[in-house]
């Protein structure tokens, strides 16, 4: 318990949450459990139990508004570009159905000799160099090159397609908003799907895009609108959180020399690697709800058609469901984290986000000795609901 005699405060937008939210968090989840923000209006559950529950209510908790504070992605229309995140059932079911019956895990398993390759494409230049930025020369490059691979953009786009994907989701500092630029590159990528849509409706070939066309149940079938719709939730929900895993794996792997020695000297423990830095630091902290009715919890009603933040940062750091919680620590049982949501809405990329980083830290474990990060260079990026860096300045010795 704190000594603190102030009431604890929290706010995404602050400097000092994006340096280290975890203490606050703490408070949060021992002092208010049901935080309450008058300014910014908004609520905030911190505790594993409550996030979990939330998420899994859907009666009591709407997405029909999108899932993000930022003031142009929040409201009645988010799902125009976020697609069936932003939708409550039955359109939810209906999307998420049609969408499962293209993206099926037999695709994303067929998925990973391409991925070592694109993986291999951006990692070989940069470990000959023997020093290179983590992010900028690879974590940043890899997630949006496998998408493109997934839904058919040709090799020869892909560069262009990533910065514009690159635009959209960059903030400057202190700009809390989409900015202009994030716009123009949302039109210009929408374009370029609608461009993509239209060959494939024409002449089909071996990829997503031209799954998702073919996708129907009981005669019902997606719109060119909600295949673009589509398209563009895995460049807004898959693209930044997997860098972000990828460089909060290097990041806290050099951070703890001797948990990192456990993957880098037995491949098969790659996996903890992953799954320990999703839940020590996930790049996708949190998930906004509105609620649909009053919500009654630890004696304090939230009222219907308000804000809710589920922070999922704050669960995976709860010491009743994770012992020693804020230990960053290989052994661990973490099959109760929540990175990754649960219920309706759980991650539909999860098996692809999975896969990438195990082959992307499985290839650097198999050619990687030692490696060591310059502290002055790190960069963390200013984001409310992303958490990770955008500079990570490494330097590797070679096996
Ligand atoms: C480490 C990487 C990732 C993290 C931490 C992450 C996290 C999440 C979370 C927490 C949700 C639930 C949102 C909510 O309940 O409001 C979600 C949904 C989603 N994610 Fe991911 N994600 C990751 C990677 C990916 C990838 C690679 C893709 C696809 C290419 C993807 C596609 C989606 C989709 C389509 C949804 C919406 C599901 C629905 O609303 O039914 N994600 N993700």
């Avoid at 280290?20 to 923000?37: C, G, S």
């Amino acid at each position: 318990m704190t000594t603190d005699l102030q009431p604890v405060v929290y706010s995404p937008y602050a400097y000092e949450i994006h340096e280290d939210p975890y203490p606050v968090y703490a408070r949060l989840r021992a002092e208010a459990p049901v935080y309450r923000n008058e300014e910014l209006d908004f609520w905030a559950l911190s505790r594993h139990e409550d996030v979990l529950a939330a998420f899994r209510n859907l009666d009591g908790f709407s997405n029909a508004q999108g899932v993000s504070l930022e003031p142009s992605a929040f409201g009645p229309e988010a799902h125009k570009f976020m697609s069936f995140l932003a939708l409550d059932p039955p359109r939810h079911t209906r999307m998420r159905s049609l969408v499962g019956k293209g993206f099926t895990p037999s695709k994303v398993a067929a998925m990973e000799e391409h991925i070592r390759a694109i993986a291999l494409e951006h990692l070989e230049p940069a470990l000959e160099r023997g020093s290179f930025d983590f992010i900028a020369d690879f974590a940043g490059k890899l997630p949006m090159d496998v998408i493109s691979e997934l839904v058919g953009v040709p090799r020869v786009d892909r560069a262009e397609i990533r910065r514009l994907a690159d635009v959209v989701v960059h903030r400057e500092d202190g700009v809390l908003d989409v900015p202009p630029a994030g716009m123009e590159a949302a039109m210009a990528l929408v374009g370029y799907y609608q461009g993509m849509v239209d060959e494939r409706r024409a002449s089909r070939r071996d990829d997503l895009t031209s799954a998702l066309l073919d996708a129907e149940i009981d005669g019902d079938k997606l719109t060119d609108d909600e295949i673009i719709a589509f398209l563009f939730l895995m460049v807004v929900a898959g693209n930044e959180t997997t860098t972000k895993l990828l460089g909060n794996a290097w990041y806290w792997g050099w951070r703890h020399p001797g948990e990192r020695t456990k993957p880098f000297t037995d491949g098969d423990r790659v996996v903890s690697w992953i799954e320990e830095t999703l839940r020590y630091d996930t790049s996708s902290q949190m998930l906004l709800r509105v609620t649909r009715a009053p919500i009654e919890l630890h004696g304090t009603t939230i009222p219907e058609g308000e804000r809710v933040l589920l922070l999922v940062g704050s669960a995976n750091r709860d010491e009743s469901v994770f012992p020693d919680a804020d230990r960053y620590d290989l052994d661990r049982d973490t099959s109760r984290l929540v990175s990754f949501g649960s219920g309706r809405h759980f991650c539909m990329g999860a098996p692809l986000a999975r896969l990438e980083a195990r082959v992307a830290l499985g290839e650097l474990v198999r050619r990687v000795d030692t490696y060591d990060v310059e502290p002055s260079g790190i960069e963390r990026v200013h984001s409310i609901n992303v958490r990770g860096l955008a500079a990570l300045p490494t330097t590797v010795t070679l096996r």
